[in-house]
């Protein structure tokens, strides 16, 4: 998102250095008020969902194509990041999560978001969410990952089980934007 104006005063922001980052970083701030747009990654909730002895990957209604993926979320005010896995699995996929473990912290610039990527075994009934327009369950030896985020962390989870992880080439991704593949 980009800012133009400050959400205090609506004077226009510029990019200034202030004495509190040394002096040396330029951060879009107001000359009139003082306030500054710090721009700091905001954290993402995904699970790699082990349902039914595979992985359950959704696509998300509002992508193109056949993209299947994590199950990722907003981290909300006043919760743990373990309650907030919980919510998001439950709300998208109306699963209940029975184990839950870590798999790692992956940063991801392009959308400027820090991902905290768990895997979870969860148990129930799919009923997606309106915002996921399929499921579908893959073998470990089914899942390919995207060379950024959440991919690294799928590939982090697959080595944890003995497998070396398949990543998507830079075509195979590009075509499966434009939903060509899968
Ligand atoms: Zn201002």
């Known amino acids: 998102m980009t800012w133009n104006f400050c959400p205090q005063c609506a004077t226009p ?3 200034l250095s202030a004495e509190e980052d040394g002096g040396l970083k330029e ?3 107001c000359p009139a008020c003082g306030f500054t747009h710090w721009n700091n990654p905001t954290p993402v909730l995904a699970a790699i969902i082990e349902y039914r002895g595979q992985v359950l990957l959704a696509r998300n209604a509002a992508w193109p194509g056949k993209m299947f993926a994590l199950i990722t979320g ?3 005010a006043g919760e743990t990041p ?3 896995i919980r919510r998001e699995v439950k709300e998208e996929t109306d ?3 029975t184990a839950l473990d870590l798999v790692g912290i992956y940063d991801f610039q392009r959308m400027n978001q820090v991902i905290i990527a768990y895997h979870v075994v969860a148990e129930g009934q799919v009923r997606l969410s309106p915002e996921l327009a399929d499921w579908r369950l893959y073998g470990l030896h089914q899942l390919k990952c995207w060379p950024a985020g959440t991919g690294y962390a799928l590939a982090d989870w697959l080595r944890s089980r003995g497998r070396e992880p398949v990543f998507f080439t830079p075509e195979e991704n590009a075509a499966r934007r434009r939903g060509l593949a899968h």
């Open 27 to 29: 951060r879009l701030r």
């Open 13 to 15: 922001l510029k990019m």
């Open 82 to 84: 373990q309650d907030g």
């Open 74 to 76: 907003f981290m909300e």
């Open 95 to 97: 699963l209940d999560i």
